[in-house]
């Protein structure tokens, strides 16, 4: 218990300074891009007399500690600041597209762990044999290529041609809501797939010679419950943790996904607040997808752990 408690404890620790880092790095590299918010909104004919009463509305004319120091005040109370184009809350314009995005991150999850458990035990259990060459061909295929081709592909056959799923959008009700995100689903899932089948086939191929695995065999366990319970089991935790840290991947990624498939989620608003040199937003969006992140790798680290105990020992 005490070094379940210490591990859970520093994982905590560094949670916090990675939010602190983030938080200070997209303060500054925002600061740091060329461009001016205000001319932004006020377009180029504005009189520098409008926009210095426009900067110094916003307080941009304030020196970046200051101006770091007034976000960093914020953000410890909750808020998340004021949109420059908007002139709304960024927490009002970020909430009602969260659920999107979080349902199209955990439908692309899912997929990933359907398409990978399956080729990688298929290809462990079959080594060097076609099915083996035909999945790890599909993992090179899959890394040369990109997401949003694939999204394109797949609208092609299933939107276009078989008129099976919807085009893009987001449906209406929690069913449409699903059917809709199938295909960006499944788009970027096959992002992260060809690094996840590599991963555990690798480690299934390493399990597959232990001796607790012949000793299944003799017991007269049928080969699908050796590969999928025992073999699985213990090859997962390098193929968990690389699944935690691709779904911070999934996370940025769905600024390309979103657009692809004309969703209103959280990534295609970070793409326009990013076109609009809307400080506030994206600061906001980013400190969100950052905590995300950090709690999706706090929760696989800790699950890594369950499932070995050795690396709570480490």
Known sequence: MGAGWSYTARRLLGAVLVLIGVTIATFLLLHAAPGNPAEQVLGQRATPAQLHAL???????????????????????????????????????VGPRVGQTALLVAVAVIFAILITVPLAALAASRRDSFADQAVRGFS???????????????????????????????????????????LPGVTAALAIVPLL??????????????????????????????LFVHVARNAAVPTVTLLGLNIAYLLGSTV??????????????????????????????????????????????????RLDPRIRLR
């Open 197 to 226: 089948i590599r991963s555990l086939r690798v480690g299934m191929l390493e399990v597959l010679d232990a001796d607790f695995v012949a000793a299944a065999r003799g017991n007269g366990l049928r080969e699908s419950r050796v």
């Open 55 to 93: 900067e110094h509305q916003w307080g941009l004319d304030a020196s970046l500690p200051s101006q770091f120091w007034r976000y960093a005040k914020q953000v410890v109370h909750g808020d998340l600041g004021t949109s420059f184009v908007y002139g709304k809350s960024v927490t009002s314009l």
């Open 256 to 305: 390309i996904v979103e657009n692809v498939f004309a969703l209103n989620g959280v990534g295609s608003l970070l793409l326009q607040a990013i076109q609009n040199r809307d400080f506030p937003t994206v600061q906001g969006i980013t400190l969100l997808l950052a905590v995300a992140v950090v709690i999706v790798n706090l929760i696989t680290d800790l699950l890594a752990a």
């Open 140 to 182: 090179v295929l899959g890394l040369g290529l990109p997401s949003f081709w694939f999204g394109i592909v797949l609208i092609e056959i299933f939107a276009v041609n078989l008129k099976l799923l919807p085009v893009g959008g987001y449906g209406t009700g929690f069913g449409g809501h699903l059917e809709s995100l199938i």
